[in-house]
């Protein structure tokens, strides 16, 4: 991963040097859960994926993907879900449809986030 420029607390006019190990060659994706319950502290959970340019490599998450982190955030957190999003096409699918509508009983998404 290429790090970001931003700006620095360091000393004046001493440029803050960062080490990145690596050759920069490929692409990483995150896709993560903040989980927020009354009463409890709030918890992150996520998955990463790793492109290098592989033949047949996915270079992004894709359905399967994103459901497994949903059902695996379940699994950890063990109650309802309820889902809010931005509008990526992969999260407004037929597929993703399907699956929480499958999964109605423990998955919510706000119905603004299901407009076609």
């Known amino acids: 991963m290429t790090p970001p420029r931003a700006r620095t607390w360091g000393r004046i006019g001493q440029t803050p040097v960062v080490r990145v190990r690596g050759r920069g060659s490929g692409r ?3 896709a993560g ?3 927020y319950k009354s009463g409890e502290r709030s918890r992150s959970i996520y998955a990463i994926r790793e492109y290098r340019g592989r033949k047949d490599e996915p ?6 993907d994103f459901r497994d982190l949903i059902v695996r955030a379940r699994i950890q957190l063990g109650g309802r879900i309820v889902l809010v999003w ?3 096409r992969l999260h407004l699918t037929v597929g993703m449809r399907e699956f929480i509508a ?3 009983e423990w998955l919510g998404v706000p119905t603004a986030h299901l407009r076609p």
């Open 86 to 88: 931005d509008n990526v």
């Open 102 to 104: 499958a999964n109605a």
């Open 33 to 35: 859960v903040t989980c």
């Open 28 to 30: 990483d994706s995150m």
């Open 59 to 64: 270079k992004g998450f894709g359905l399967r």
